[in-house]
């Protein structure tokens, strides 16, 4: 199972989740210990209180563990498996939030730019005890909280970049160089998911009139056209340089059956896939 976050959440409008405003959500995660696959649509600041995480990505293992920040941008593919005593608390926030708080406190992102950071926060009483008043503002639920934690969560921002300036302005570098091309940069890290229209406007948490109007403006073509094309170009580089199936790839191009895919391959390209692959494998 691969489960698409704050997507999955939102849409089952789960009680841990709260939505602090159009682009901040705050997550206090309830455990689980089953290995599982997730992809981001957000980017994300989670805050391991207790226990662990493995978490593998790019064939690479990492452990995170109490009293780490992850700074995660938008557009992540990995597994994790949690401990049974795993806690955390997760903040999801979209490129206008970190921009504005750029411009507000006129922090300027530089480096080199980096989608994830992993910062030891244990030796900062101030944003432990932050992270703590945090909790209780959100469990309690008193008048205006949700306009306290978003002060809160600025503050949070402000002293982790306090306490490792270099690694949050490569992680905020990473945001702003990408923020043009936010649709574009989600819509092809998560293409072996999309098998319709509805797919791409659902990731991209936005209403069917919006997406096209943006999508038209910004790609110069339809949605449909895009997405056909950009699975066919991705199933014709996987035929000449792996040694995947047909059933595989027609999977990972997001295509419910390889029959299916046969057809729209044959339509597009004029051959078959095993043509395809036998006359481009070696050019």
Known sequence: M???IPNYMIERNEPTLVHLGNDLYLEQMRTHTQKILVRNTMHGLTLVESGYKEVEMNTQSTVIE???????AQGN??????SSDYRTLTLFFDDTYIINLLKKYRI??????????VIPYGTSDTIRILIESIQVTAREKKPHFKTLLKLKTELLFLEFYQHAPRQLASFFQHVTETSNERMRYILEENIDILYTVTDMHTLLRMGPSHFHTQFVKHFGVSPKTWLDKKRMEKAMFLLTSSEKSIKEIAAECGYSTSSWFIVQFKKYCKTTPREFRVENRYK
Do not use: L, M
């Open 66 to 72: 109490k009293e780490h920040a992850v700074f995660f």
């Open 108 to 117: 300027a992102p530089q480096g080199t730019a980096k989608r994830i950071e």
């Open 2 to 4: 691969t489960v698409t």
């Open 77 to 82: 593919y990995f597994s994790n498996q949690n």
